[in-house]
């Protein structure tokens, strides 16, 4: 077959010496093209220096004069060191997005989807304070071509119906997304309520499956705000269910009173969504195919691969891969999670041990969820929880469902 391949626009060189003074720590990520940055940013006047992890980036940062960023790709872990560090740790997110706009987390926090140079320094300038963050966003925005139209949706009740997802911890997108096709269901996936919001209004959903629990925009603001806009409106009205890793009292009443049709705890296993989505969406397809989870009785509780194969099948390579994505999610929790245990920070220790716990459920790394559904408890009841033995048992869990990870993945082929 023949590929034809036509020449790039020239793009506009950046404003010179842009970012003279400035000093940028690269942390490597999944898809970033470290030599192309650090050739940007050298080019625009800033100094460079790649470094290994997040940890070697802040120990760098004290021996570096300001201003200064730090570019990586974990948006929870920046969310995470910016509630510990403060403003003073600047950092832009990376991500393999779509062109989105350029989004800031906090004055501090910035996320860009990468796809071209100037946008890339500017918002570096802007975390600086060279520009101003309008500016750097701005020009962002207009950098970003435009979205394909978006696919028609079949017929109401027709199988394959668009299935929106917001959800922010990246394993658990993972093992919806390995699960909806599973049960034949097309599915498009929102990091949180905010952006999940911004796909709901093109009107090209059948159903929404969202967390409670999000940075930017949670689940509860979503349901609120669609439910406002429906209502002022008229018309139909999008199923919404909830989906949380909390089995709270009271949570289930909770999030039907704000419009919720209903409330699923995370892990859901294939059987259980099947159900809830057949009750919402007439003539789904892929019935029959969802099959009970396997038993876990007397299987480890470090990792459990049982429960995982319950959630998305037997496939190997699904297992595999769902892995090879929790793993580096959880490492970069597991260490903002232990720096906030060491600090006492409890509103850290709340927030990351809920996305922590989340995440470890779905693998099968039982032992290390049920030490983070103590710690995330902490967030609203004062010490009560948080006992000097505290981190030691967090890290021996994690160091422990670590080994696990790493064994299987280096055993099994690829």
């Avoid at 060279?130 to 139209?149: F, G, I, K, N, S």
């Avoid at 209004?201 to 429906?230: C, K, V, W």
């Avoid at 890793?245 to 296993?269: H, I």
Wanted: with cysteine.
């Amino acid at each position: 077959f023949e590929l034809p391949l036509r020449p790039a626009q020239v793009q506009p060189a950046p404003a010179p010496r842009l970012l003279q003074g400035v000093y940028c720590f690269i942390v490597p990520g999944p898809g970033m093209a470290t030599a192309d940055l650090s050739q940007w940013l050298t080019q625009a006047g800033a100094g460079v220096s790649e470094v290994a992890t997040l940890d070697e980036a802040r120990a760098g940062l004290c021996h570096r004069p300001l201003p200064a960023v730090v570019v990586h790709t974990e948006i929870d872990a920046a969310v995470a060191m910016g509630k510990l560090a403060g403003e003073e740790l600047r950092q832009l997110v990376v991500r393999r997005g779509r062109g989105e706009s350029l989004r800031s987390l906090s004055p501090s926090i910035m996320v860009i989807d990468l796809l071209r140079r100037e946008p890339f320094l500017r918002a570096i300038a802007g975390l600086v304070q060279r520009l101003p963050v309008d500016a750097a966003v701005e020009v962002a925005v207009e950098a970003t071509p435009p979205r394909p139209a978006p696919v028609a949706l079949p017929r109401p009740g027709a199988p394959g119906q668009l299935i929106l997802v917001a959800e922010d911890d990246a394993t658990n997108r993972d093992v919806l997304r390995r699960q909806l096709e599973l049960l034949g269901h097309a599915a498009e996936f929102a990091e949180n309520g905010l952006v999940a919001l911004g796909l709901w209004r093109t009107g090209q959903h059948a159903l929404l499956l969202t967390d409670l629990h999000m940075p930017e925009m949670d689940g509860y603001a979503l349901a609120r705000t669609i439910r406002s806009e429906e209502a002022s409106r008229g018309g139909r009205t999008l199923p919404i269910l909830a989906l949380s890793a909390n089995a709270l009292k009271g949570e289930a009443a909770r999030a039907r009173a704000v419009g919720f049709d209903d409330y699923l705890v995370k892990p859901v296993s294939l059987n259980v969504l099947q159900d809830a989505l057949c009750q919402r969406l007439p003539a789904t397809a892929g019935d029959g195919m969802a099959e009970e989870a396997l038993p876990t009785s007397g299987a480890s509780r470090v990792l459990n691969l049982n429960t995982l194969r319950g959630l998305i099948g037997d496939d190997e390579s699904a297992v595999r891969a769902l892995l090879s994505v929790f793993l580096p999610s959880a490492r970069a929790n597991a260490f903002a999670l232990s720096n906030a245990l060491r600090t006492g920070d409890l509103a850290v220790i709340g927030a990351i041990a809920h996305k922590l716990d989340s995440s470890s459920r779905s693998v099968g790394a039982t032992a290390l969820a049920d030490i983070c559904a103590r710690l995330k408890s902490t967030d609203g009841d004062a010490h009560r929880h948080l006992d000097p033995g505290s981190q030691t048992r967090f890290d021996a869990a994690f160091a422990a469902a670590e080994t696990a990870v790493v064994a299987y993945l280096e055993t099994t082929p690829a």
